[in-house]
């Protein structure tokens, strides 16, 4: 039972976070910073595409080593 | 129907089919190699239950306040479609090998004939299992971009019928040729759904943190183009550093 379990968080993990979890992470990073900044008053609609952009080079930059 | 709901329709369309070829390659390789009934038997086993997995969730992804959806969904479908992204730029720059169709289904071909003897009578269980969770696994992809895409935009029908067209279309394709859609430009369309997935993660994900974008939804005109262009420059990046480099398998 408990080996099924594992086995289905596993997948679960594979498929949502996927190779790479640092980008997993930094995508829910993003999200924190745009909402404590749009809840100041300030402009946050260009965190995400900057944090989109640099998580992907940052994540091609580990993977082509 | 919005510019968003055609952006909705292509990117279910393209990921769907690129994930109806991966699956059918697979119930093609076990059924020709073992036992036709028992391979469509498993895939449409897997698929009943994408539909209940479907019909579950559905609703309940819809019932959730627009905000949070918005931010759940779109953070999920950011981090979904930096993975697409990632491998479709290692791909494209030669750091990872492309997906070849024609060698998926040799190799499933030739697991199949490792495998036990075909039963007499009655379902081959390894043809039956192989298809099953082929199309299952392949399926779920399909059933989370649907479910997300649909929910945010409102218009769950709407995916629904263009991963049913998507799917509909590959099989009768399948059928038509009885063999894999080698030809099908799967590492493109790959590449296209992961710059959609990306753009409407950010957007949605933005908006749902409290982001307001200029222009609104006509933001996301700017957002689809802005991201192909950075993952092509991303390409021709490691292209250009590429040399020495070895192949990653990741």
Not at chain 1, 29 to 52: H, N, R, Y
Not at chain 2, 37 to 55: F, I
Not at chain 2, 76 to 83: A, E, M, P, R, Y
Request: proline content about 3%; glycine content about 12%.
């Amino acid at each position: 039972m408990i080996s099924r379990v594992r086995s289905v968080a596993a997948f679960v993990w594979d498929f949502v976070v996927g190779d790479d979890w640092r980008t997993a992470v930094g995508v829910a990073a993003a999200l924190g910073v745009t909402a404590i900044v749009a809840e100041a008053g300030g402009v946050a609609w260009w965190i995400m595409p900057v944090a989109a952009v640099g998580l992907l080079a940052a994540s091609l930059w580990r993977a082509a080593g | 129907m919005s510019g968003a709901d055609v952006g909705l329709a292509l990117s279910v369309l393209a990921a769907c089919a690129v994930e109806a070829v991966e699956a059918l390659t697979i119930v093609l390789a076990v059924g020709s190699t073992r036992s036709w009934r028992s391979a469509l038997s498993g895939a449409g086993a897997a698929l009943l239950v994408l539909a209940v997995v479907t019909a579950a969730l559905g609703p309940a992804v819809t019932a959730l306040p627009l905000g949070v959806l918005r931010v759940v969904v779109g953070g999920l479908l950011l981090v979904f479609g930096l993975q697409w992204l990632r491998k479709a730029i290692l791909r494209a720059s030669g750091l990872k090998a492309l997906h070849d169709e024609a060698a998926a289904f040799e190799a499933e071909q030739a697991a199949a004939r490792g495998a036990t003897g075909v039963p007499a009578e009655g379902l081959d269980a390894y043809s039956f299992t192989v298809a099953f969770k082929g199309v299952l696994l392949e399926g779920l992809e399909v059933v989370f971009i649907v479910l997300t895409f649909g929910a945010n935009q409102h218009n769950i029908p709407l995916a629904a019928a263009a991963a049913a067209v998507a799917v509909l279309g590959v099989g009768l394709a399948g059928v038509a040729a009885h063999a894999p859609l080698a030809r099908v430009p799967e590492n493109t369309l790959k590449f296209g759904v992961g710059v959609m997935l990306t753009s409407f993660g950010i957007f949605w994900g933005g908006e749902g943190a409290g982001a307001h974008w200029p222009g609104g939804d006509a933001a996301l005109l700017a957002i689809v183009p802005a991201t192909l262009v950075c993952a092509l420059g991303m390409v021709r990046a490691l292209r250009r550093g590429g040399t020495g480099r070895t192949a990653v398998r990741a």
